[in-house]
């Protein structure tokens, strides 16, 4: 039976010390603070945008949310954007996705100044975490990592295998084990023999986005299993991409959701903004 490794308890962690490291710039009469922007009315966006203001409150980083109409125009949003770059009170951006039809989310995460680009979106930070030399790093894999951590998990000549080469996940979760010396394989919708790869896992990272997507014949006895999925089903109910019950059963360690990568997820954000903080 796998070990739990609570997402919950790692978070408050992280959160802790980001806290108190924001009470230390605070008494420096350094304030921090963080810009989210939001357009149309997406309900998944808006429960996500609302989870980190108050993660943001908790740690004492002002939030600012800028919530823009559906039908807004590309010049207005790279405006915004213009604006909130040169806004001394606002040390972090973040434009939540996805993004109306309308709008060209690579030309907006472009005009995002890199030193306040905490979701790690930036091709110069992008380009920064391939050669290993990163101020920010994507939320997500990021807090994968420290789960990893968490549990003691030495990543060095393990078989990693990823499951989604999302630019958000997928990738750069891959080059996060590389660097730590895991010997790392990607697979996608257009992998052939999935299960013949994924069975090779010692430590197997599901970002798929299918519920219950990962089942137990799929998994190595003894595997690390980490579940990113945040999918609904059919009662509405948060669920990942793992067959929990069944795979818990053959993994050594293994993530649940909800209380797994999610809160992880949240904490790094606050941590990103700290850290821009810190270099502005
Ligand atoms: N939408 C879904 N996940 C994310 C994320 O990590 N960052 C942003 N900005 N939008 C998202």
Redesign the pocket.
Known sequence: MAIVINGKEVAAKVKEEVKEEVKLLNANGIEVGLAVIIVGDNPA?RV?VNNKKKDCEEVGIHSYEYALSDDTTQSELLDLIKKLNNDKNVNGI?????LPKQLDEKEVLNAIDPNKDV?A?HPVNVGKIMIGDYSFL???PAGVMELIHSANIDVSGKHCVVIGRSN?VGKPMSLLLLHEHGTVTICHSRTKNISEITKQADILVAAVGIEKFVTADMVKDGAVVIDVGMNKNAEGKLCGDVDYLSVSEKASYITPVPGGVGPM?RAILLRNTLTAAKIQ
Do not use: A, E, G, K
């Open positions: 966006s996500y973040l434009v939540q996705l996805p979701d979106f994507p939320c997500t958000i997820t």
